[in-house]
């Protein structure tokens, strides 16, 4: 399979698993990221997800050659779904950010297109100083229609988006951190985000879904209606058991065993 998802520990590793061809994107891997992300969805033991490339590189962005080859299955894949508001090549991307545990991306070699956009749709983002990042979707003469416009704007702001979006620069991953693209650099990113997922599996799962949630559909909200849901949330939260377990484990300074979210 293209997509590998396998769950220990409380922690998912999602892989993009072709790396004879630098992990280019095709249509059944696009598929493969939603189904797995589904799947995580349902799977209550899930703490936290870690997206990561096999071989050398993270992802090289669509596979062109093997997409036009397919035009029919590639318009099927462009036509939003209606409940979603989101096509095929979106929701591979956006999915992610649907999912009520913290998702991570670990960024090495290359980080292309599509890449870059799958990347963006991690709640955080690792990557190796000397990985190659580029919106390269502008070389083509396109834009990046993967989710992309909307999280490049919301992580860099508008300016410093439409640069990155226009001139299909290539930057490392250190200059990705620079320009707020990444919030962490390191040697070996899908070690250091094995490690941030470990840390997360350790707060209560309900505090992260609600955390996440917020953040997600309260970003460009007015004060008022942001306050509102802090306080809808939080009552929810004081009156679930993980609180108590939460509460418990902090006044003994023991670690605590939370219950599945939503439990």
Known sequence: MAVTCNVADGIADVRLARPDKLNALTLPMLEGLIDAAHALR?????????????????????????????????????????????????????VWRRLPVPV???????????????????DFRITAPDAKWSVLEGKWGLIPDMSGIRSLAQLVGIEQAKRLTMTA??????????????GAVGADPYAEAQILAGELATRSPDALAAAKRLFETRWNAGPRRTFARERIE???????????????????????AYLPRGR
């Open 42 to 94: 349902s799977d209550t033991s899930v703490r936290a997800v870690v997206i990561s490339g096999e071989g050398e590189s993270f992802c090289a962005g669509l596979d062109f050659a093997e997409a036009f080859g397919q035009a029919g299955a590639v318009a099927k894949a462009v036509v939003p779904r209606p409940w979603r508001g989101t096509n095929t090549f979106q929701e591979a991307c956006w």
């Open 234 to 256: 939080q009552v929810r939260l004081m009156a679930g058991r993980n609180f108590k377990i939460a509460r418990t484990a902090a006044f003994a300074r023991e670690t605590p």
């Open 169 to 182: 620069q290539v930057f490392s991953g250190e200059r990705a951190h620079e320009i707020g693209l990444v």
């Open 104 to 122: 991570i991306a670990a960024v090495h070699g290359h980080c292309y297109g599509g890449g870059v956009q799958i990347a963006l749709g991690a």
